[in-house]
């Protein structure tokens, strides 16, 4: 299929000539530009409104148009957007990527969306046009025969001072889009090497500076923990250097994302059901190398340093098992309590690496522990870290894009967990509090260095259809990365 065709235009929306036409309808009745339309079809949206909707956020209903006196579209889509009071960005991404679904499904190639904006208009526009395009979103995969209804073109109809916003919104959409392609991309069609090549392509179109590591350079560098994980799987390891410079004198972020291409759990292998799903474990990279991709558009004021450390986590004669002790790249040692913990040992030695080359912050994401999905489900990821000022502005990045994030506490008794006998730390500190033990780990490598983890685990892959997020791999966090580094320091 061709690149869809993603317009802005400020044409009032009784002129936009479309297969359909989405407007928006409010709990307590019409919204303001459809109220407008109604008058030229002598009430029938409004009529509509009130026999087959409930004024939900993202229901639907159509309107078939035959030759409207002053209207150029074809096909109306009413929305919901709830009730009046309670609009804002999350909203409208809900309606227009549910709308946008289902004119898809009624056959509609062609798509115009005018949905109010109300005094935020960047944040609406934005908004409406990631809902829009992520709702859309289809892996491309490996079926023989294509899909067949596609829309082809979509254009976002708003006051002109939107328009930047709208490039905003479509940059931020289409990186997330391409996590979501990586993190769907079953493992042996992204192994650490072709992931590791695909990050190096992405990355000079973009215009970053990039640089991948063997398993030899890791190795000189004293990556233990990291290569530890890796002994398992016949597929090298690569650790990807992404960097972004806004200026020699400005501070660095260092994003740091689990890159786990395939997880069998090692040794302690996981059980056979779901497994499949494992091949996701990478999500935490690809959200990395998505949100980086968007920087030299964005223009932070903040040089970038992404990170990747990539590699397999399989059941090698050579891998490492229950009880062995490696050394992570700043000389801490590990004993490696549970192989299927190793989402935390490559990141010990990426984070690591991040404060010795001189980053001012670091953030980390990762699928990270099962136990994040008991406590918070498929709803938030969880956020810790050891600076308040950093957790806000992470945690306010995630409002703005829209992904939810809930802070945990990281109270110094949890260290006790995992504490080793033989070695310097452990890497499990068993079924309390799971995902923050996990996350302190961590944290033991960021030392007095600001940083701050998000655990994804629960947000990164759907088993059902949502609004703008297809089953499948989601792309949580290329958003909030993207935007906590333009809205830094």
Not at 12 to 40: H, I, K
Not at 213 to 240: H, I, N, T
């Amino acid at each position: 299929m061709r690149e869809r065709e993603v317009l802005y235009s400020s044409l009032p929306p009784s002129r936009a000539e479309t297969d359909v036409l989405v407007l928006g309808a409010f709990a307590e009745g019409l919204e303001e530009e459809a109220f407008r339309l109604d008058a030229l079809l002598g009430g029938a949206l409004e009529e509509m409104r009130k026999e087959e909707m409930k004024g939900e956020v993202g229901e639907t209903a159509f309107l078939r148009l035959r030759g409207a006196e002053g209207v150029r579209a074809r096909r109306i889509c009413l929305v919901g957007l709830g009730k009046r009071e309670k609009l804002d960005a999350e909203v409208l991404r809900r309606a227009a990527g549910s709308a946008a679904r289902a004119s898809r499904e009624r056959g509609g190639r062609d798509l115009a969306l005018a949905l109010p904006t109300g005094e935020d208009v960047p944040s609406h526009i934005r908004a409406v046009v990631e809902g829009a395009l992520l709702g859309l979103y289809r892996f491309p995969g490996y079926r023989s025969k294509p899909e067949e209804r596609e829309v082809e073109r979509l254009t976002v109809l708003g006051p002109e001072e939107g328009r930047e916003a709208f490039e905003k919104g479509l940059l931020l959409a289409r990186c997330t889009s391409l996590a979501r392609d990586l993190t769907n991309e079953p493992a042996n069609r992204l192994t650490p090497e072709i992931f590791a090549r695909r990050a190096e392509e992405e990355a000079r179109k973009a215009g970053l500076g990039v640089e991948v590591w063997d398993e030899k350079r890791c190795e000189e560098e004293g990556m233990g923990a990291f290569l530890g994980v890796a002994r398992g799987s016949k597929e090298p390891p690569r650790l990807v250097h992404l960097r972004y410079r806004a200026g020699e004198d400005l501070p660095t972020l260092a994003l740091v994302g689990k890159g786990i291409t395939f997880d069998s759990g090692g040794i302690s292998i996981k059980p056979s059901e779901g497994m499949d799903e494992m091949k996701m474990d990478m999500a935490g990279a690809a959200a990395v190398l998505a949100a980086c991709l968007a920087l030299p558009v964005l223009r932070p004021r903040v040089n970038v340093w992404g990170l990747l450390p990539l590699t397999e986590n399989m059941p090698g004669g050579r891998a490492q098992r229950p009880g062995d002790v490696v050394r992570a790249c700043n000389g801490k040692t590990i004993e490696v309590a549970n192989t299927d913990a190793e989402g935390r040992l490559i990141l010990a030695d990426a984070v690591a690496w991040a404060v010795k080359g001189g980053a001012r912050w670091v953030v980390d994401i990762a699928t990270l522990t099962g136990a994040v999905v008991i406590a918070l489900g498929h709803q938030a990821a969880a956020l810790l870290g050891n600076d308040e000022g950093l957790l806000e502005k992470v945690r306010r990045a995630g409002e703005e894009a829209g992904e939810r994030l809930w802070v945990l506490p990281s109270y110094p008794e949890y260290r006790e967990q995992y504490k080793s006998q033989i070695a310097d730390l452990k890497n499990v500190g068993g079924r309390p509090a799971g995902t923050i033990t996990g996350a302190l780990f961590i944290g033991e490598f960021a030392g007095d260095t600001p940083w701050a983890h998000l655990d994804i685990a629960g947000v990164a892959w759907h088993d059902k259809d949502l609004p703008y997020q297809p089953k499948g791999a989601s792309g949580f966090g290329v958003r909030t990365l993207a935007l906590l580094a333009e809205n830094l320091p």
